[in-house]
């Protein structure tokens, strides 16, 4: 008879001690210039990610130039004193970085991304950027022209054209906030390089400015190398700019879109609420994901599960600019599509869903789930140092304290389902809705008009 062979299993491996985590706090400074530094040493982090957040925001714009403060954005990286737009890219490239810009409502951000061994030619390269553009008229008019190109691709994007329509339902004509943030065709093709410059001149300089340095600085002499490069960059001090409170009017109303033949609706419902520093914001935070913030949420369970509407219905809210003394908002949204046919019924059952969390409120078990979610993945959402570098840029354009994300999660956690539910109604209430959809008014305006939810009003798409 033969003997069976043995076998040695190597042991089972077991899972270790969890260990605690927090979102990273940063070291404060100043350089000479004036320029603040915040600074987080991320060990690993081998990428290093550079944020420049400069006091430019749209509503400081002149009158008929929407759009320049994100021209002059992307213009930074399109040559400097020292290179031309060729030379700067191929410089970037060498160094193995990358340099991305953008404007919006609280200002103009730089993003530079490069490995931790290229830290002082990259900074060395975004210093160059902010000290000397070269803002030539030939890129500037090509910027110009890429953008006027943009432009009607965005207006035929359902989803694009909805939030034009909704910023303009909202917001007072006289707000910037209620035009496209990067301009339209009128003002955009107004934009030259004297107007660049001019804003430029105006709002950009160090006192005013910060800069979020995070990644692996192991051996690296920071204050040396900001010292040679950022330092270097001069300005005059700047006066503090007055920033007009956020107004809205969010009447309950619907505003159709008008696309003949469209076999979807695209729809984006909102209203502007409480920003991060309304105490209001964790429990506003918690209710709006177990309304529409994942796929086991309130709306997609009805809207996509049960009904089978929609692929996909998210509720959001999204600070718009954020102040202590009040003035600031969110944007508290729902946006999604269906198909047409059943643009009605979707609607009618998007605002039960809406009654039913007023009526009976969220569950425990809806709570539990985005309490998981939302705090239990933080440590994986923060691996990279780009993305605590962001965070960190955030708080300070929204004048928060640097502890805030860390005390978030912390209060997140601490929220119960009453509190999330009162919040979550308290921020989509059914009769304070503005409704924006993007499809074949013919098809649905009358089945909207039945449901009731505020007066219908058809515009063309343009």
């Given amino acids: 008879m033969t003997e069976l ?18 979102f990273p706090a940063p070291e404060r400074g100043t350089l000479d ?12 982090q081998q990428v290093v990610a550079v944020e420049v957040l400069l006091d430019a925001p749209l509503d400081a714009e002149p009158a008929g130039l929407d759009g320049v403060a994100t021209i002059m954005a992307r213009a930074f990286s399109e040559g400097t004193d020292k290179h031309s737009a060729e030379e700067f890219a191929a410089e970037l490239e060498r160094a193995g970085a990358t340099l991305d810009a953008h404007a919006d409502h609280p200002g103009v951000r730089l993003s530079l991304e490069v490995p931790a061994s290229r830290l002082a030619k990259g900074l060395g390269l975004l210093a160059d950027a902010l000290r000397a553009p070269a803002f030539a008229a030939s890129e500037v008019e090509r910027l110009v022209r890429n953008r006027l190109d943009e432009i009607p691709h965005e207006l035929a994007n359902p989803s694009r054209r909805a939030a034009k329509e909704l910023s303009k339902e909202l917001f007072p004509a006289t707000s910037r906030m209620s035009r496209p943030r990067q301009g339209t065709e009128e003002t955009v093709e ?46 005059t001090p700047g006066e503090p700019r007055p920033v007009p409170p956020v107004t809205a009017d969010d009447t309950g ?14 729809l984006l419902i909102g209203r ?57 908002a969110a944007m508290l949204a729902i946006s999604g599509s269906v198909d047409t046919p ?21 569950t425990d078990a809806e709570r539990d789930v985005a309490v998981q979610n939302l705090v239990g993945v933080a440590p994986l959402k923060y691996e990279t140092a780009a993305a605590v570098a962001s965070t960190l840029a955030d708080q300070v354009e929204q004048h928060l304290p640097d502890d805030f994300q860390a005390t978030l999660y912390q209060q997140l956690a601490a929220t119960g389902t009453v509190e999330a539910t009162a919040a979550v109604v308290n921020a989509f209430p059914v009769d304070r809705l503005v409704t924006v959809l993007v499809g074949d008014a013919s098809q649905i305006k009358a089945p909207v008009e039945a449901l009731g939810i505020g007066e219908v009003t058809v515009v063309a798409a343009e």
């Fill in 190 to 235: 107004k934009i030259d390089e004297a107007a660049v410059r001019a804003f430029y001149d105006r709002h950009v300089r160090p006192a005013t400015a910060t800069v979020v340095v995070v990644g692996d600085l192991t051996g690296a002499d920071l204050d040396a190398l900001l010292g040679d490069t950022l330092g270097a960059w001069t300005g």
């Fill in 253 to 266: 109303r619907v505003v159709i879109v008008d696309r003949p033949g469209a076999v979807q609706t695209q």
């Fill in 33 to 44: 210039n004036g320029l603040t530094v915040l600074r987080c040493h991320r060990p690993g």
């Fill in 5 to 22: 062979a043995t076998m040695d299993f190597h042991p089972q491996p077991r899972p270790g001690e969890a260990k605690p985590w927090a």
């Fill in 342 to 362: 059943n643009s009605g019924p979707a609607l009618d059952d998007l605002w039960k869903v809406l009654r039913t969390v007023a009526a009976d409120g969220l």
């Fill in 272 to 328: 502007i609420g409480p920003d991060r520093h309304d105490r209001v914001w964790p429990a506003q935070v918690l209710g709006t994901y177990c309304l529409g913030g994942t796929l086991t949420s309130r709306l997609d369970r009805v809207l996509r599960e049960e009904k089978g509407y929609t692929y996909g219905v998210r509720s959001f809210g999204q600070v718009l600019r954020s102040a202590p003394d009040g003035t600031g």
